[in-house]
């Protein structure tokens, strides 16, 4: 059974950086694609960014130039760089697989993905900006 771990969150001033992971084991990562979502309070979960299988990358238009998703398929980890971090940027953030690359790069920006459209999800990072 495939199980992800998100770590690296924490709390950062505004404009700093950080860096979020999300470790697979059970399963290699190189077939799927990763999406990076986030939820604050009262509000919904949004698709914050994509990584495919193909290493093609999508963001959100809020994220667009600060934030960078990658991922290392020899160590089974994705990353998302977080730079220039604003307040609204808080929230719980979380790593979800998918077979496919189309359901990743569909759900960046987008407020209404359903768990079921992934295959797995993670347990969910704190990121919090503030000063």
């Known amino acids: 059974q495939l199980q992800l771990v998100e770590s690296g969150g924490g709390l950062v001033q505004p404009a700093g950086s950080l860096r979020l992971s999300c470790a697979t084991s059970?399963?290699?990562?190189?077939?799927?694609?990763i999406g990076w979502f986030r939820q604050a309070p009262g509000k919904e979960r949004e698709g914050v960014s994509c990584?495919?299988?193909?290493?093609?990358?999508y963001y959100a238009d809020s994220v667009k130039g600060r934030f960078t998703v990658s991922r290392d398929n020899a160590k089974n980890t994705a990353y998302l760089q977080m730079d220039s971090l604003k307040v609204e940027d808080s929230a719980v953030y979380y790593c979800a697989l998918t077979w496919s690359p189309n359901i990743c790069s569909g759900s960046v920006g987008r407020k209404d993905v359903e768990d079921k459209v992934y295959n797995y999800w993670g347990q969910g990072t704190q990121v919090t900006v503030s000063s």
């Open positions: 990584v495919t299988y193909a290493d093609n990358r």
């Open positions: 059970g399963d290699t990562l190189d077939e799927y694609s």
